[in-house]
Nanobody, 129 residues
Framework: QVQLVESGGGAVQPGGSLRLSCGTS????????VGWFRQAPGKEREGVAC????????VYAASSLGRFAISREKRNETFYLQIHSVEPEDTAVYSC??????????????????????WGHGAQVTVTR
């Protein structure tokens, strides 16, 4: 059974940093892509970044470049989303998700929500003074 479990959410002050974790189980990560998404109050969910489980290739949303970093710990197949210099606009529910990514040279993961089949329950991040 595929499972993704987020952790590390909470309250953070503007300008601070936060690292979210996504624990995975029930699937071979090398055959999947894992992505991070967020949904701010009153807004649609948007893709933040993704990583290919085969070659660790990454894709970032244009709005995520510079302050967000996706990474992976292969030992326990945990994915991370590091957020630097957080802003009030980063307040959102952050979710990790996965989909089967057939590999071929040059393939890249997608940050399109509709691509993803498996989802975690999400973690709330609140940026407040």
């Amino acid at each position: 059974q595929v499972q993704l479990v987020e952790s590390g959410g909470g309250a953070v002050q503007p300008g601070g940093s936060l690292r979210l974790s996504c624990g995975t189980s029930g699937f071979k990560v090398e055959y999947f892509a894992v992505g991070w998404f967020r949904q701010a109050p009153g807004k649609e969910r948007e893709g933040v970044a993704c990583m290919s489980g085969r070659d660790d290739g990454t894709v970032y949303a244009a709005s995520s470049l510079g302050r967000f970093a996706i990474s992976r710990e292969k030992r326990n197949e945990t994915f991370y989303l590091q957020i630097h210099s957080v802003e009030p606009e980063d307040t959102a529910v952050y979710s990790c998700a996965a989909y089967s990514l057939p590999w071929y040279p040059g393939v890249r993961c997608s940050i399109s929500e509709s691509t993803y089949r498996y989802w975690g329950h999400g973690a709330q991040v609140t940026v407040t003074r």
